[in-house]
């Protein structure tokens, strides 16, 4: 790529980055090796504390929230425009259980083959790092100074659906006020090229849970004694079917098909069937799907089951019927649905059906989120992506399979432009044992990065 099409201050931010690469790789180890897991409370308000002590150290001016859950660090720093760029992380990490399948533990940091091996390094603390290395270079370009204001807020509860940002936000909409937002998340495909998704689809989490006698019983005595493990089997096979469309009435009647745009947008995307198989040791997808519908698929909410707990688990056996079981489900929602009537829907059907007695707990929701690929945040995320990657991004992502509490923050802030650029690259193994971030990813997400808030008050 020639060297006038570079972003003016390029050189310099590259350069800063570079140059200060092994502070930057102690933060983040400093910050991995704290626990932070938001599904049990382990270590999460000493993580909080570090996270505001190294946003404070960039000069912001922070403050720390509570919520009826995990804080909320907020930091706020002028610039020398009007404009206002919003950073959005989250601190939280998920579970890092199976223990026994890590290489080593998962909060002792440890580096070999380029990475760093650590819960959280990917997904969202590396991240993290790399965005204050970003403002780092960015104020060292600019004598001290940044182009634009910024808002930096990171939450402790995204890894458990952030049932508390969104009316976080509606509170706070005086201090949140921004002109564009970056996500978590970006990075690379698994042909390094670097890419970006428009809108993600909502989730509603929940667990079911029956109970069928007061103890577990001897199973000769099955043939009277009612099993709380075929009871929660039997409310399953009426939530989806075997073409897997989910049973629920009224479940579709806000679903909204991908637009034109949407599909000349899935038109240009590679095909990655081989890399699914591949990577995942995949004999048949979903509903035989393959090629293009891999990707259109997308578009269509699902039902799926987490887990299920119920009766005897150990070695050999044990001739039980078990008294209680519970499944843990998530429905992965598209625009236009609503977590809080999916969850009515629910709670009616089984009710129909006659599961009265099936109990549903709560774990939280998100709404969809879609944003549109004409806004200037989008193309100067594109066009500095070809720039520090030196190849052409991948064609936008009309709707990406995950969940993001991005929909909080874009409609009440008067839909913002929200765009993604990181460090992730597809065998992070992100909510999986070894996880890990690659070095390289880590140096080049600081610098998109870095042209990003470079670039932004002059659009």
């Known amino acids: 790529m020639s060297q006038q099409n570079l972003s003016p201050n390029a050189t310099a931010l590259d350069q800063y980055i570079n140059d200060n690469l092994d502070r930057y790789i102690d933060e983040t180890i400093r ?11 382990y270590g999460v308000r000493e993580c909080t504390a570090i996270v ?11 403050k720390t929230y509570e919520t009826p859950g995990q804080p909320v660090v907020v930091g706020h720093a002028k610039g020398t425009s009007e404009r206002t760029f919003l ?11 199976p223990l ?3 290489t080593t533990p998962p909060f002792e ?8 091996f650590a819960r959280g390094v990917a997904d969202d603390k590396g991240e993290i790092i790399a965005r204050l290395a970003a403002i780092d270079a960015v104020r060292a370009a600019h004598g001290g100074d940044l182009p634009c204001n910024m808002v930096f807020v990171v939450e402790g509860e995204e890894e458990v659906s952030s049932p508390n940002i969104a009316q976080f936000v509606q509170d706070h909409l005086d201090i949140l006020a921004a002109d564009g937002a970056l996500w978590e998340g970006g990075g690379v495909d698994h042909e390094d090229r670097p ?6 689809r909502g989730i509603i989490a929940v667990e079911l849970s029956v109970e069928t006698m007061s103890r577990d019983a001897h ?3 099955a043939h009277i004694l009612p099993s709380a493990a075929w009871r929660i089997v039997r409310a399953l096979t009426h939530l989806k079917d075997e073409n897997e469309r989910i049973l629920i009435p009224g479940f579709y009647d806000r679903v909204i098909p991908p637009s034109a745009a949407d599909l000349a947008l899935i038109d240009a995307q590679a095909d990655y069937e081989p890399f699914l198989r591949k990577n995942y040791g995949v004999k048949n997808f979903v509903a035989n799907r393959h090629g293009k519908e891999l990707h259109t698929s997308v578009f269509e909410p699902t039902c799926n089951i987490q887990g299920i707990e119920t009766g005897y688990q150990g070695p050999g056996t044990k001739t039980v019927i078990p008294a209680k079981a519970t499944v843990k489900l998530d429905f992965r929602l598209v625009p236009d649905q609503r977590p809080e009537e999916i969850l009515e829907l629910l709670r009616r059907h089984l009710d129909k059906q006659g599961f009265e007695d099936v109990q549903i707990k709560f774990h939280g929701s998100m709404a969809p989120f879609k944003a549109t690929e004409d806004d200037p945040l989008v193309r100067l995320t594109q066009r500095t992506a070809a720039e520090v990657y030196g190849v052409e991004p991948r064609p936008l992502v009309p709707l990406g399979g995950g969940s993001s509490p991005a929909y909080a923050f874009s409609g009440p802030l008067g839909g913002i432009p929200v765009v993604h650029a990181g460090i992730g690259y597809p065998n992070a193994n992100g909510h999986a044992p070894d996880e890990n971030m690659r070095i390289k990813d880590f140096v080049n997400g600081a610098r998109h990065i870095a042209r990003l808030l470079d670039g932004f008050a002059d659009l």
């Open 31 to 41: 910050l991995c090796a704290q626990p932070s897991v938001s599904a049990t409370g």
């Open 52 to 62: 505001a002590e190294m946003i404070a150290a960039r000069g912001f001016e922070v």
């Open 87 to 97: 950073f959005y992380n989250h601190y939280d990490v998920q579970p890092p259980e």
């Open 100 to 102: 026994e399948l890590w």
């Open 109 to 116: 940091p440890t580096i070999r083959d380029g990475k760093i």
């Open 195 to 200: 890419g970006s998704v428009l809108g993600f």
């Open 219 to 221: 199973s000769g005595s």
